[in-house]
């Protein structure tokens, strides 16, 4: 075999800003192994910076020990931790959490072990990235019916949690005593100002109350009945 054969055949690999379809994408993805985290949002490529501990880590923890806290109480649920998701033929994000019901849900898992389809709710933690999360990444989620997107941005201090109506994300508003709730998984309770202040044993208390609620054990009658 020729050297001209030899560098005709190599893989690229992953560059910021390709255009690449998802086949393209993960052929790429595969032969870079090095590489942690790159998302394909509207046939671009993207690929995350180094993440700090208080600027993604800590809070990355928290979201999912308040996740797993709620999954660990709801059947037919499954919880995500930086899982590549097979939208369509041109966006295959990875998101930093996601939450999908595993019966009669959105999504499926393939063959090869990705989701594929809409999870019914994905979070971001928006460090360097939110005009991506609030841009792209919020436009493609919409478009793939993901019926609840949260973003945390932390250097603002603010968290976006929108709610799916009728083709267009609404943001969910705190109610009287700042708690936001979940309308797609009932007692999916998030105080968020706790959150922000890292009171992790106040996020957890008042999520426990979500878990207490009529209309957190009637959502679990239902996923069951869902499985029977």
């Given at each position: 075999m020729s050297q001209n054969t030899?560098?005709?055949?190599?893989?690229?690999?992953?560059?910021?800003?390709d255009q690449l379809n998802c086949i393209e994408f993960e052929r790429r993805y595969e032969q870079m192994p090095h590489v942690k985290k790159a998302e394909l949002i509207a046939g671009i490529v993207y690929m995350a910076s180094p993440l700090r501990i208080n600027q993604h880590g800590e809070p990355h923890a928290s979201i999912i020990t308040w996740l797993g806290f709620y999954k660990?109480?709801?059947?037919?649920?499954?919880?995500?931790?930086?899982?590549t998701v097979r939208l369509d033929a041109e966006n295959e994000p990875q998101p930093d959490v996601l939450l999908?019901?595993?019966?009669?849900?959105?999504?499926?898992?393939?063959?090869?072990?990705?989701?594929?389809?809409a999870p019914e709710l994905i979070i971001e933690i928006a460090a360097s990235s939110a005009s991506i999360d609030l841009h792209q990444k919020l436009k493609t989620y919409q478009n793939n019916q993901v019926q609840e997107y949260l973003v945390w941005r932390i250097y603002d201090?603010?968290?976006?949690?929108f709610r799916l109506k009728e083709?267009?994300?609404?943001?969910?508003?705190p109610n009287e005593q700042g708690i936001i709730c979940s309308e797609y998984f009932p007692g999916l309770w998030?105080?968020?100002?706790?959150?922000?202040?890292?009171?992790?044993?106040?996020v957890l208390a008042i999520l426990q109350q979500g878990l207490n609620s009529p209309e957190y054990q009637n959502f679990v009658k239902k996923l069951n009945q869902n499985y029977d």
């Open positions: 030899l560098i005709s055949t190599k893989i690229p690999p992953l560059e910021n800003g660990a109480f709801t059947p037919n649920t499954q919880l995500g931790d930086n899982c999908r019901i595993t019966v009669d849900g959105q999504s499926t898992i393939s063959e090869d072990g990705y989701v594929e389809g201090g603010e968290i976006d949690w083709g267009k994300y609404i943001k969910l508003k998030l105080a968020q100002e706790a959150l922000l202040a890292g009171d992790l044993g106040q």
